[in-house]
Structures are given as structure tokens and as C-alpha cells.
């Protein structure tokens, strides 16, 4: 079956812009995950959501980052007045369950590398 | 505050000898402990974890890791390396009951020579 795609794979922007990043998690997965991986560095958490519910959003770096998932599938982030220090590769994932004692993998994406000049 | 350290960046390794590829963790609490392996391109791919039970996990493509709680380590290991084993390898934790989200480590660089 298909796994989680990401679009586009490639984003260059100027600095300023506003850019939407598409992630397509795995079809019924109820958990999916967003994580910033700036280049030479781990993966590092922005955000969870439970299906439509945003639950968790401590790792979103400032106000110019926002997340959504309105249907319980498909998710965006969005970046507003993209800056030089986003630059990175964002990374999406999902997984069937919710966290708690019989915890699963995380199924991630290709992920989207941005780059803002 | 949870943390995750892969103390090598590179680890070098020839075909056909055993590897490790280090771990250590600080958190709060029980964790649940994953590696993850990454291509070129590709996606993060999980290998194994360890959530209860034996401290000698098995996984994908004959890696295995032990829990060490007294250690607070979760190497990685694999008895005789493969070439095609070379890629980049994360450590990662995550917290029981928490919303499952994983903290990583910086990676490690395996490189396994003919």
C-alpha cells in the first residue's frame, strides 16, 4: 500500500513568503506527526494531532507556524514571512493508534526541504 | 528535560564485522525507545523498538539493541555488517502516555567498507 507522501518535495522561497507544506498520511492512521530536521541535526517535534484534534503544538518554533488537519487525513503547515532560520527539511508522519501502552512506529514521509533565500 | 545522545557522528566499519552504533537517553519516566534508519532522499524507516519486556530487542534487517536502564543506554548492534548498511541512523525516545511524539538524537553516520 502507499505510504505517507509529502508535497512538494522541493521548496525554494524568498524570504518573507508564505509557503503551505501537504502531507498525506498513511489512509486511517489516526495519529500524525510534524517534525522540523535542519540539515546535519535529528528530527525535532512540532506538532501532533489525533485525527482533526490539534493536541499537541509545544514544538512549533514562533507564531508564524500553524498546522491544520480539518478532516482527520490530509495536513498542512503553513510558514507566514518565511525567514532564512526555516530553512530546513520537514518532515511528516503517522501512526495507526493513539500513544499508550501497546505504542506503535511512526510511518514517515520523504519529506519537503525548504529553502529560503 | 528529555534528551537523547549519539556521542559518534561517523562510526567506521568493515564488511563482515560486528557493529554498534551508540545511545544514550535522560528522561522522566518509562521510555519507549526506537532506532530509525535514513537513506539518501528517502525517509526516516524504523528498525526496532523497545517498549516492555526483554532488554534484547530484534528488528529489521538482523539489527538488534539492548536496553540498558541501569546504563540509561539503547545501543544499536548488528553481528556482521553489510555494505548496503551504510546510511544515516537515529536514535529516539519517547515517553509512556505521552502523545507519542519522538525525541531524537543528532544521528549517527555508519559507514561499512568492502
Known amino acids: 500500500g502507499a505510504g505517507v507522501s509529502q508535497s512538494p518535495r522541493y521548496k525554494v522561497a524568498k524570504r518573507g513568503q508564505d509557503v503551505a507544506l501537504r502531507c498525506d498520511p498513511i489512509?486511517?492512521?489516526?495519529?500524525l506527526f510534524w517534525y522540523q530536521q535542519a540539515l546535519g541535526q535529528g528530527p525535532e517535534f512540532l506538532t501532533y494531532?489525533?485525527?482533526?484534534?490539534?493536541?499537541?503544538k509545544s514544538g512549533l518554533p514562533s507564531d508564524r507556524f500553524f498546522a491544520e488537519r480539518p478532516e482527520g487525513s490530509v495536513s498542512t503547515l503553513k510558514i507566514q514571512r518565511t525567514q532564512q532560520e526555516d530553512s530546513a527539511v520537514y518532515l511528516c508522519?503517522?501512526?495507526?493508534?493513539?500513544?499508550?501502552?501497546?505504542?506503535?512506529?511512526?510511518?514517515f514521509g520523504p519529506g519537503t526541504r525548504l529553502t529560503v533565500l | 528535560a528529555q534528551s537523547v545522545a549519539q556521542p559518534e557522528d561517523q562510526v567506521n566499519v568493515a564488511e563482515g564485522n560486528p557493529l554498534t552504533v551508540k545511545c544514550t537517553y535522560s528522561v522522566s519516566g518509562n521510555p519507549y525507545l526506537f532506532w530509525y534508519v535514513q537513506y539518501p532522499n528517502r525517509g526516516l524507516q524504523f528498525l526496532l523498538k523497545?517498549?516492555?519486556?526483554?532488554?534484547l530487542v530484534k528488528g529489521s534487517y538482523g539489527f538488534e539493541a539492548e536496553f540498558n536502564k541501569s546504563q540509561t543506554s539503547f545501543h544499536l548492534k548488528k553481528p556482521s555488517a553489510l555494505v548496503s548498511d551504510s546510511a544515516l541512523y537515529f536514535c529516539?525516545?519517547?515517553?509512556?502516555?505521552?502523545?507519542?511524539?519522538?525525541?531524537f538524537g543528532q544521528g549517527t553516520t555508519l559507514q561499512v567498507k568492502p
Open positions: 489512509s486511517g492512521h489516526v495519529s
Open positions: 494531532f489525533q485525527n482533526e484534534a490539534q493536541l499537541d
Open positions: 523497545y517498549i516492555t519486556g526483554d532488554n
Open positions: 529516539a525516545v519517547s515517553l509512556s502516555g505521552n502523545t507519542g511524539k519522538l525525541i
Open positions: 508522519a503517522s501512526s495507526p493508534i493513539i500513544a499508550g501502552p501497546s505504542y506503535n512506529e511512526q510511518f
